[in-house]
Structure formats: C-alpha cells, structure tokens
C-alpha cells in the first residue's frame, strides 16, 4: 500500500495568514492526489483534485501544488471558516489511502 | 442537488453483522462508482472500498476484504456494506462517497460494545 504521511499533525495560525500543510508519499503518486477539509461536525468536502485543481465552488484562497511524492495545500488569507482537519489523499493505486490528517486552529 | 444519505448505523455486540445503506439522488447513480469510507473516533479517514455501476468489480482495502461487503441496487438508488464479525476496532462513522471522492454523505455511526 502507498502510504501517505502529513507530518504536521495539528497547525496554529492567524486569521489572515498563508498556511501551507504538506503531504507526501511512500512512492510516486503521479499527480493522483486530493485534499480534503473536514469540519468538526463530520463534513467532508473535496477542495482540490488532481492536485491543483480546484473542486468547483472551493473558495480561491485554496490552492495546491507538488509532484513525484511531496504535495502540499496552501491557504492564503485564512479565514474563520477555514477551521477545520485538512487531509491528503492518494488514488494512484489501490487501496486509495490517506494522509493521517493535519488540525488546523487559529492562534 | 446531489445528495448522499447513510443510515443503518447504531448499537452492535462484538462478533455480529450490521448493514449500511446509502441512499442517493440528484445525479444518475447507475453510471458513477461508488466507495465507502470510514472514520474511527479521533482517528483519520480509511478507504474500505468501491463498487462498479454494474457491480461487476468491487475494490476492497486487503485487511478489510473479509470483513466487508460492498454492494448495490441502481433500481433502489442504494449502495450497501454488510458488516460481519465485527470487533471493538470496527468502530466509526462510516461515509459513502460517489466516484471522485467530490461528494460525500453525512456519516452513519457504527458502535461496537457489549
């Protein structure tokens, strides 16, 4: 199984700031990567595809980018909303797996 | 408007079976894979597994194939997973998802004690 690692498991930042959570995996992935963003109520929404393609009606403050085995969503001018566990996931190979999830808060 | 409904969920003892529903609308659910996902409490999201639109290939996790079935019924708009055997570990919110991960139900949860 590829396996998937967010090595920032819980992120503090400021409303405004740019936020960057990165992804990477145990083996090319091919540009086979989404992000997820996961509110505390359970909601999961896809943000960004393929890896930097954004899922339509994601806000333009999310972006993606990244190649090979290192990926990464960044957030520009962090907003209240935002609050939330971001996810990375890989559909490469099966079995689709995903990263273990970065919590981001606000400072 | 797609929409994604799990139901099912609830108390189970340790060993037993359960089965999930999904029930979709707002799209043609004949045409699109379909997945299952599932959270344990305070854990990440794990990938059980995907349905084809004529249920002629269906992907599993490994450490979970004998565990899960994945089905479907395009007349009913519904997918399925049949839990059996479960364990205290099989607890979780457990999501639908249709092909591409771009729509996702709300979770139904899944209890496993004695």
């Known amino acids: 199984d590829i396996q998937m690692t967010q090595t920032t498991s819980s992120l503090s930042a400021s409303l405004g700031d740019r936020v960057t959570i990165s992804c990477s995996a145990s083996q090319g992935i091919s540009n086979y990567l989404n992000w997820y963003q996961q509110k505390p109520d359970g909601t999961v929404k896809l943000l960004i595809y393929?890896?930097?393609s954004l899922h339509s009606g994601v806000p333009s403050r999310f972006s993606g980018s990244g190649s090979g085995t290192d990926y990464s969503l960044t957030i520009s001018n962090l907003e209240p909303e935002d609050i939330a566990t971001y996810y990375c996931q890989q559909y490469s190979k099966l079995p689709y797996t995903f990263g273990g999830g970065t919590k981001l808060e606000i400072k | 408007e797609v929409k994604l409904l799990e139901s099912g969920g609830g108390l189970v003892q340790p060993g037993g079976s359960l089965k999930l529903s999904c029930a979709a609308s707002?799209?043609?659910?004949?045409?699109?894979?379909m997945s299952w996902v599932r959270q344990a409490p305070g854990k990440g999201l794990e990938w059980i597994g995907e349905i084809n639109p004529d249920s002629s290939t269906i992907n599993y996790t490994p450490s979970l194939k004998d565990k899960f079935i994945i089905s479907r019924d395009n007349a009913k708009n519904t997918l399925y997973l049949q839990m059996s055997k479960v364990r205290s570990e099989d607890t979780a919110l457990y999501y639908c998802a249709r092909r591409g991960f771009a729509y996702w139900g709300q979770g139904t949860l899944v209890t496993v004690s004695a």
């Open positions: 707002g799209f043609d659910f004949s045409r699109y894979w």
């Open positions: 393929y890896t930097s």
